[in-house]
């Protein structure tokens, strides 16, 4: 089934705010990964957390995870409209026959108004 | 380039007719996966890969659906007899390693039409 769920589904803000995505998961997981996607474009990689850790950051991205809430959050700072796109998370499964795998959410489509 | 390859980028294709999409993966790797990606949607995985074998077809349909990665050339999947809802975005993903949660690298995708 499905592994990840992203919340809002969208989100429209001005250049300058911050955006925050939030992502939950059902299932004991390796790690969780960030992806975007421009309008008809494949993904771009973005970021990884590992189950072991609670935050990470990269340049204007800061993730969360709380694996006791089976849950991840995506903050984006000073938005700009070039960062205007689809974001996914995906998660990675704990043993099983699934090595490999990735378990995407829906996406939250965020839009940043110049 | 040493990016994940596909194409082609765009494939148009009457109901009953076969549809090969083609995936190159990054330098260097030899595991492959494919997803696809409805409107509005996250997304699925189909198949993974390592050069000339299967290791997971779970999500892959049970008929009309098959995937090959040779020694030689690059991975493709291939769709027979394609129907309308077979129309979607065909992603192609690479890593070095195969490990759980390792980083994949995504191509552009193939984009199905099925009319």
């Known amino acids: 089934s499905q592994q990840g769920e992203e919340d809002p589904q969208a989100l429209s803000i001005q250049e300058g705010e911050n955006a925050t995505m939030n992502c939950s998961y059902k299932t004991s997981i390796n790690n969780l990964q960030w992806y975007r996607q421009n309008s008809g474009r494949g993904l771009v990689h973005l970021i990884l957390?590992?189950?072991?850790?609670r935050e990470k950051h990269s340049g204007r991205l800061r993730v969360t995870l709380d694996t006791s809430k089976k849950s991840s959050s995506l903050l984006i700072t000073a938005s700009r409209a070039a960062d205007t796109a689809s974001y996914f998370c995906?998660?990675?499964?704990?043993?099983?026959?699934?090595?490999?795998?990735?378990?995407f959410g829906r996406g939250t489509q965020l839009t940043v108004w110049p | 380039n040493a990016g994940v390859m596909q194409n082609p980028r765009h494939l148009v294709r009457r109901r009953g007719q076969e549809a090969r999409l083609r995936c190159s993966p990054m330098?260097?790797?030899?595991?492959v996966y494919w997803y696809r990606q409805l409107p509005e949607e996250g997304l699925k995985f189909m198949v993974y890969?390592?050069?000339?074998?299967?290791?997971?077809e779970s999500g892959m349909p049970k008929e009309r659906f098959s995937a090959e990665f040779p020694k030689e050339g690059p991975s493709i999947l291939r769709i027979q007899q394609v129907v309308r809802g077979d129309s979607a975005a065909y992603f192609c993903a690479s890593s070095l390693r195969g490990l759980a949660g390792e980083e994949q690298y995504f191509g552009p995708g193939t984009r199905l039409t099925v009319t």
């Open positions: 890969l390592q050069k000339e074998n299967i290791i997971d």
């Open positions: 957390i590992r189950s072991n850790e």
């Open positions: 995906a998660t990675s499964q704990v043993g099983g026959s699934t090595l490999g795998r990735l378990y």
């Open positions: 330098k260097g790797h030899s595991h």
